[in-house]
């Protein structure tokens, strides 16, 4: 399966995940097999992409993590673990992010985006590091989000391939 396709799945699944909504207005809605009944006040359960649509509806607001906030902590984590450790960030941490930013102004969302693409450069050089010394293992997986857990297989793989295309066979 292609990274693209994993991470579509990944994004799906999220999507799926609930969220608590706090109803502005009365609510009866039904969609196929998916109910959403409330009053005024009320705070429900909804699929995340439920909630988006009441929230856009102004139907609710959604009582969402704030993933910015988590960008900030991670960078700080990022910088304080040292050359060679990566601090552990959310499997879906990106998917959050990206999902957030759509809802920032422009203005806003350029901020975020540049503390973002920091936090990825930091990550992305110590997993070349890692994944050209190492397999992927328990501890390395629950530290890293599904993108990077792509990268990091797609760059073991390729080094494999390069060991043996030059013959260095350790």
């Known amino acids: 399966m292609w990274a693209d396709d994993i991470q ?14 706090t109803l502005q207005r009365n609510v009866n809605i ?7 009944t409330g ?11 439920m909630g988006e649509i009441l929230e856009k509806n102004k139907a609710a607001t959604l009582d969402t993590p ?3 906030t988590e960008l900030k902590q991670a960078t700080v984590k990022e910088q304080m673990v040292g050359e060679y450790q990566l601090s ?10 990206q999902n957030q ?9 350029d901020g975020v985006e540049s503390m973002m693409i920091g936090l990825f450069r930091m990550r992305r050089g ?11 293992t328990a501890d390395i997986k629950k530290r890293i989000s599904i993108e990077e857990r792509t990268f990091f297989e797609s760059i073991n793989k390729e080094g494999e391939l390069l060991k043996k295309r030059v013959g260095a066979n350790e």
Do not use: H
């Open 39 to 49: 009053k005024v006040g009320e705070v429900i359960n909804v699929p995340i992409w």
């Open 8 to 21: 579509e799945l990944y994004k799906i699944g999220y999507s799926l995940d609930d969220v608590k909504a």
């Open 88 to 97: 552990t960030l959310d499997r879906l941490f990106y998917i959050r992010l």
């Open 126 to 136: 110590k997993i070349v590091r890692l994944a050209d010394s190492t397999k992927m």
């Open 101 to 109: 930013m759509r809802e920032l102004r422009p203005r806003d969302r």
């Open 66 to 68: 704030d993933t910015i």
């Open 30 to 36: 039904r969609m196929d097999d998916a109910e959403v």
